[in-house]
């Protein structure tokens, strides 16, 4: 840590010229006494700091000293400075990593002026931020390729099933991988039964262990993603239902389907002289659709299956006769 925080002292008087100590103390949140040792420190590893005191003093380096930092191309320390600190990597604990080696870069290879280029919001509109209390504790294990003891919250009955094992309790796992998805973390670990995928909001607690473990070799993170995310959209259960719908609701099909809507669209018949269309959805169950299709009102109208259909003309009754008994 020590190591860290005298390269960062560095960095910061080349990159800002003349500082007070409070200032370099206030940026790395240590206290000014440990900034004072620190620069002691770099002197004697044959850095040239400079400290004058009394008013318009401060500490810099000596005029022409320029840290070294060799092998990066100007297109490369750009491309490295590009994003800033995405906030994916300030979950993960690495943000003030991150900011050293930026100020590294753009002090020493050049680059932007330090002002992100590029913003990574990776949450969908309106979609939920789920916590994630143990995600540091999970990146610390991957890192030092140590096992972990996690306790895994399996979803309830009622939760469709994204990750992980059916049965809760303790576990101890070799962590492999964490993969952000739309704004949720997952982890990739093998465990007793083998390699496995465990939504990270549902750990409970995790412990790094002491002992180490053998990354398998060869192993490729996005590979895997890749293949387990097409094999976990193909087990999905599919119900197909055929509507008909009219030019406004075909309109909205877009928003309330998103990217779904184009397939269906794409694959319908053509229009009516009313502009209506049969378009055949797909739902992961019956209440699913119920729920989704009965927004649109007389808009749209189920063909097939007849059970979905059934289910929602009976839930446009129960609608009305709320409505009727509250009125009355």
């Excluded at 100007?74 to 990593?97: F, H, Q, S, T, Y």
Aim: proline content about 7%; overall charge positive; hydrophobic content about 45%.
């Amino acid at each position: 840590m020590r190591a860290d925080r005298l390269l960062s002292l560095v960095l910061l008087l080349q990159a800002r010229g003349r500082t007070t100590a409070q200032a370099l103390a206030a940026e790395l949140e240590v206290s000014v006494r440990t900034v004072y040792r620190d620069l002691d420190a770099l002197v004697a590893a044959g850095v040239p700091v400079l400290a004058e005191s009394g008013p318009g003093g401060g500490c810099r380096l000596m005029d022409g000293y320029r840290f070294p930092l060799r092998g990066l191309r100007p297109d490369e320390a750009e491309a490295l400075l590009i994003l800033g600190v995405p906030g994916v990597l300030r979950e993960l604990g690495l943000d003030r990593a991150v900011d050293a080696a930026h100020r590294q870069i753009r002090v020493t290879a050049g680059g932007t002026d330090g002002a992100p280029l590029v913003h990574l919001d990776l949450p969908r509109w309106f979609g939920s931020q789920e916590e994630a209390p143990c995600l540091r504790d999970l990146a610390r294990a991957l890192r030092s390729r140590h096992r972990l003891a996690v306790s895994y919250r399996p979803p309830d009955d009622a939760q469709p099933r994204v990750a992980g094992p059916r049965a809760a309790g303790p576990r101890v796992v070799e962590p492999l991988g964490l993969v952000n998805k739309a704004g949720l973390w997952y982890l990739v670990a093998v465990d007793s039964a083998g390699l496995r995928v465990f939504r990270v909001a549902r750990i409970a607690s995790a412990r790094v262990l002491a002992e180490p473990f053998e990354r398998p070799e060869g192993f490729d993170l996005a590979a895997f993603w890749r293949q387990w995310s097409a094999e976990f959209e193909a087990s999905r259960p599919r119900l197909p239902v055929m509507v008909r719908a009219s030019p406004s609701a075909l309109a909205a099909f877009g928003e309330v389907f998103g990217q779904a809507a184009g397939p269906a669209l794409a694959a319908a018949l053509p229009p009516d002289e009313h502009g209506w269309r049969m378009v055949t959805l797909s739902f992961e169950h019956e209440r699913a659709a119920v729920g989704r299709l009965a927004g649109f009102g007389d808009q749209v109208e189920v063909l097939t299956p007849p059970s979905v259909r059934t289910a929602l003309v009976a839930t446009a009754r129960l609608i009305l006769r709320r409505y009727d008994a509250a009125d009355g």
